[in-house]
């Protein structure tokens, strides 16, 4: 067990190496930060040299994997980190000092258990890509195929465990003062964290994620995911198709190469819509360094360590919570909030039907670039915070993939208006599960179930409730030590129970 020592010097740390940067400048002179938070910060920049221009990409590398996590997701995000900053942050896409190549090279061999010239005919030593899990090199198998090695960093398990220790910790002290920050759920908010971001270090389950994610967009011919190599893949390496395009981050060559940028964004979006409300299965670290552009117009993902699922009940909640945020139905919103818990009954309906009114009409049918998001979320916040509303953990996902997409698309297309793109798909997914014959469909196959499990539902009533004269049911069985027993003793009680079981088996069918 860490200490609490240990925990607070981590976290003194972390703060030294934001400073040093110049990454807390920002928080430092923003006039709605608390004295008390400025004061911590001056400390923790107190004597040291603090650049001009504040390096975050530097800051968030130096403090860990974790930490470029959060910094690649701010990364789609100029309009909240600024312009400067979110490109400074994209560095962290793919441009993290890779491990040397003698060390993949043994994890490689290591984990396929073969020498590499056995299963590659060649294999580039220079990455094409290194991100804060894992580095993905070029290769050609034996059979004469390109393919993409993706290979975890030697270590990476222990350094993730230990910073995200260190978070749960902070998280459980500042739930403890209560108030708004018990509100705002630190401690499950960060154990969903943990969750997605622990199972990015298993390579088979995204191979998994990959495969499963490829049948679900067939119906989406515009979005493509690469094959997976099984016979190639283990827990630290995975081997897929090698894919040509160019990242959605180079704005430039995407241009250059005759791409329509409104297509791209408009794609975008119903891609992930197609994911999120039709499938409940979904890419949740769609950065624009994931993202491909290939030759026929197509979007290519990649790295699917982190994704999400939503349950049917949510998707539909979410799906009539966009449609009328599209169409201004505030009050069938506010309805869905009460329905699904997110807003504690005591609360009054109309009133939270007026506030959601006053954050939606400024920015409803408006181009994201004309939006000002700033206002938008000091609205929501206020909203969230004046009607109890908790954080939903398991809706984290979800929202974090929605703020990227948002912000790669408008990063693609500033003009594009997303009410525009997303309204038709949403209204025509509520009409498929909402219609008449969803409803029909629905109510067959509830009501099927339900007469498939009768047989089993009469059974544990009539052993609950026997018949007069029918034999008494077993007594409970005693409590009984376990002893230890060794040697011929041990084989000599398995030998009876196994004999015992043959015996009732027989007993039974024959």
């Not at 400390?43 to 910094?71: N, T």
């Not at 975008?268 to 670290?285: E, M, P, S, Y």
């Not at 007069?468 to 230890?484: F, T």
Request: aromatic share 8%.
């Amino acid at each position: 067990m860490t200490s609490a020592l240990t925990h607070g010097w981590r976290l003194l740390r972390w703060g030294r190496i934001l400073a040093k940067h110049g990454a807390l400048r920002g928080i430092e002179r923003d006039p709605n930060t608390p004295a008390a938070v400025r004061r911590l910060v001056r400390v923790a920049r107190f004597g040291a040299r603090v650049p001009a221009v504040p390096r975050y990409a530097d800051a968030f590398q130096a403090i860990g994997p974790a930490a470029i996590k959060l910094g690649q997701a701010l990364a789609t995000r100029p309009d909240l980190v600024g312009e400067a900053a979110a490109t400074d942050l994209a560095r962290l896409q793919d441009a993290v000092p890779p491990v040397p190549f003698a060390r993949i090279r043994a994890a490689v061999e290591t984990s396929l258990e073969k020498p590499i010239a056995a299963v590659f005919a060649s294999f580039e030593e220079e990455p094409v890509g290194a991100a804060s899990i894992a580095q993905v090199h070029r290769a050609v198998t034996t059979e004469g195929r390109r393919v993409a090695v993706k290979v975890l960093r030697p270590g990476i398990e222990e350094d993730l465990h230990r910073a995200i220790e260190t978070y749960e910790w902070a998280a459980a002290q500042a739930e403890a003062f209560g108030g708004e920050l018990a509100r705002l759920r630190p401690r499950l908010t960060i154990a969903t964290f943990r969750q997605w971001t622990l199972r990015e270090l298993d390579l088979r389950r995204e191979a998994a994620s990959a495969s499963e994610l490829a049948e679900n967009m067939a119906a989406e011919p515009s979005f493509t995911v690469p094959a997976i190599d099984w016979s190639r893949t283990t827990r630290r390496v995975m081997t897929l198709e090698w894919i040509d395009g160019i990242k959605l981050s180079d704005r430039r060559a995407l241009i250059a190469a005759g791409h329509d940028m409104n297509q791209l964004a408009s794609t975008l979006v119903r891609g992930f819509l197609r994911q999120a409300i039709d499938d409940g299965f979904f890419h949740a670290d769609l950065h624009q360094g994931n993202l491909f552009a290939l030759a026929d117009g197509r979007i290519c993902a990649i790295d699917f360590g982190i994704m999400g699922r939503v349950n049917r009940q949510a998707r539909l909640w979410l799906a009539e919570i966009l449609h009328g945020l599209v169409t201004g139905n505030y009050q069938r919103v506010a309805e869905i909030h009460f329905e699904a818990g997110y807003v504690p009954p005591h609360h009054n309906l109309a009133e939270f039907t007026t506030a959601l009114r006053a954050v939606g009409e400024p920015i409803r049918g408006l181009p994201v670039k004309d939006v000002s998001v700033g206002q938008m979320l000091d609205g929501l916040f206020a909203i969230t915070r004046d009607f109890d509303m908790v954080t939903q953990p398991h809706l984290l996902l979800l929202q974090k993939t929605m703020v990227m997409v948002e912000g790669v698309a408008s990063m693609l297309d500033p003009d594009i208006n997303m009410w525009d793109v997303s309204g038709p798909f949403v209204k025509e997914w509520l009409r498929s599960e909402l219609g008449p014959e969803a409803w029909l469909a629905d109510r067959i196959h509830q009501d099927l179930g339900t007469l498939a499990r009768l047989p089993e539902l009469l059974r544990r009533i009539e052993a609950h409730y026997p018949a007069p004269g029918a034999a008494p049911p077993p007594p409970p069985l005693r409590q009984v030590e376990v002893v230890r027993i060794g040697g011929g003793w041990r084989y000599l009680v398995i030998a009876l129970v196994a004999l015992m079981a043959g015996m009732e088996i027989a007993r039974l069918f024959f």
